[in-house]
């Protein structure tokens, strides 16, 4: 009897798991099929600086735009949350030829990354961190090159975190 | 018209040498199975028990996936503690729990022991781990320790080389075994646990392997993770204990898929010992299949009488072999590399066992049968 409730369950599961996963299928295909926010602009905000030189010029609560490309470990996104690091432009990364799983983690350039990083995360009106993944909400995903416009916080540890309210995503070359 | 039912089950009994024999072979055949599927389901049950979906372990950016490589600065707790909003904290008592957690030799009394998990604690460590419940003894006070369930598996050692008031040594101290916990078969269980500071001076290290912190209801993990990647300067790294085992899992994916590759090929190894026992068992009985066939059984109806006696054989089989690993396997504690684990024979181990003893009296009484009923009658009736 048990043996014939398991398999029961079994096959209720394996339905369940089929339609949640058709679900899931869908929702992220409609985001990413349309990932025009109120958070995405079209064209590039002028003015935009490289992380490594905003991190040694810009002042807490100064407003900012920033250019970076995604990267820095082998997860840049937060999971749940619109925030991800962002590393400046004239750090290189692992070449596609050399077969580099995960080029945007800077495995070969790490000492250059500590001083060229910066973080994004995305905020809402009042101020908040925009609960939904970046990949979804902006259509990005690793290595992909954006230049963010927001307000800079600095602590005095010299980390620069950007509560951006504007980005835009370069078109991959 | 089909054979009496009885016919079978008297045919059995008519070689009781031979009918033993099979179906010793059948259940070796189906213990062997429920040992592999039991290694299998106790690794997974393990892996996948150990984790609190509430909790969330903040460790080194660059131990990968391996905790005990893991070194971040001691003062990460406070700044855990003061930084987070939604960690979990009751009577002024936040839930983070700073943690020192190393591989070490460890030496019992009884000059014996091996590698065994060490994790330095403190007070807050059980409000945390809620997994966590001391089974006899007490808490440890400095230089004591408090062993886990399966902590004398891991070490190759023996209960009472582990036992309350008995001597431990790692580190090149002297530790005295306070107390004894459980945690619900989750990974904890094979480890020791120590006061912290203790850990700390013994391993001459300043530094901690992890911080886990307990997230308040409705929090998110996402807060934590925000925090590590905007204090780069440290170098964390957040995921949820839950993910972490899950990473555990995919790590051990080729173990599990090698030893249900195991289990594949002993079942194979069943079905063709069965094989030859029932084509010696139907060879020496085509006069009487011939017989049945000249008194008007149809080939089908002795077919069915020939499964019917294999399938009898291979269910006893089973249910012997069942039997024997629920009361002799089943919890058996195998050391492995991420601490230990018990042997689980629980309902999917049974499914897969005795569905491997039944296919087994089926495939294996079906081709001789079929064999010897190729024959024409007349020439059967004359074979010696």
Request: net charge negative; with cysteine.
């Amino acid at each position: 009897m048990r043996m014939l409730q398991f398999m029961c369950l079994a096959a209720v599961g394996v339905l369940a798991g089929c339609s949640d996963q058709d679900v899931a299928q869908t929702t992220t295909s409609d985001a990413t099929t349309d990932p025009a926010t109120s958070y995405v602009v079209d064209s590039e905000p002028a003015g935009a600086i490289p992380v490594g030189e905003a991190r040694e010029a810009v002042e807490d609560e100064q407003a900012v735009t920033l250019v970076g490309t995604i990267g820095g470990s082998a997860e840049p996104f937060v999971d749940g949350l619109a925030a991800f690091t962002i590393v400046d432009p004239k750090v290189p990364y692992c070449a596609e030829e050399e077969g580099c799983p995960t080029p945007w983690d800077y495995c070969c350039t790490q000492d250059q990354v500590k001083d060229n990083i910066a973080t994004v995360k995305i905020v809402d009106d009042s101020g908040n961190p925009v609960a939904s993944g970046a990949r979804e909400l902006l259509g990005v995903k690793e290595l992909s090159t954006v230049v963010v416009d927001g307000k800079a916080e600095r602590d005095e540890q010299g980390n620069l975190t950007v509560a951006a309210t504007q980005v835009y995503v370069r078109p991959s070359e | 018209m089909l054979l009496p039912w009885e016919y079978g089950v008297r045919n059995l009994m008519r070689r009781p040498l031979r009918t033993t024999l099979t179906l010793s072979a059948l259940a070796t055949v189906v213990i062997l199975v429920f040992v592999v599927v039991g290694f299998i389901r106790g690794l997974e049950r393990s892996l996948a028990i150990s984790g609190d979906e509430d909790v969330v372990l903040v460790y080194s950016v660059n131990s990968e996936e391996n905790i005990e490589n893991s070194s971040i600065a001691a003062r990460t707790a406070a700044l855990l503690s003061a930084s987070l909003q939604g960690t979990w904290k009751r009577f002024g008592v936040t839930h983070l729990s700073p943690e020192l957690y190393l591989g070490t030799r460890v030496r019992t009394g009884d000059d014996g022991g091996g590698l065994g998990l060490v994790r330095g604690v403190t007070r807050v460590a059980p409000l945390v781990r809620r997994d966590v419940r001391i089974v006899e003894g007490r808490w440890p006070q400095s230089g004591e320790v408090m062993v886990g369930k399966l902590a004398s598996a891991k070490l190759g050692a023996t209960d009472e080389a582990l036992a309350i008031g008995q001597t431990v040594h790692f580190e090149g101290e002297s530790w005295r075994v306070s107390g004894r916990f459980s945690a619900g078969g989750g990974a904890y269980e094979s480890e020791i646990w120590c006061n912290l500071a203790d850990f700390q001076t013994a391993t001459q290290r300043q530094d901690l392997s992890l911080v886990a912190l307990l997230l308040a209801p409705g929090a998110a993990a996402s807060e934590v993770s925000l925090f590590c990647k905007q204090r780069t300067d440290l170098e964390l790294r957040a995921i949820s204990e839950t993910a972490y085992y899950a990473t555990l899992q995919q790590h051990y994916k080729p173990v599990r898929v090698l030893a249900w590759f195991v289990v594949v090929l002993v079942s194979a190894a069943g079905v063709f010992a069965g094989l030859n026992m029932m084509y010696g068992a139907v060879a020496g009985r085509i006069r009487e299949l011939a017989t049945l066939q000249a008194i008007g059984y149809r080939r089908r109806a002795i077919l069915i009488s020939l499964i019917q006696e294999g399938m009898l054989l291979a269910a006893a089989a089973s249910l012997l072999a069942g039997a024997i690993a629920l009361t002799t396997l089943n919890g058996v504690a195998v050391r492995f590399t991420m601490g230990a684990f018990t042997l689980r024979i629980d309902s999917v181990a049974i499914l897969v066992g005795c569905g491997v003893g039944i296919l087994l009296g089926v495939l294996g009484a079906m081709p001789p049968a079929l064999k010897a009923l190729r024959q024409s009658v007349a020439i059967s009736l004359k074979a010696v």
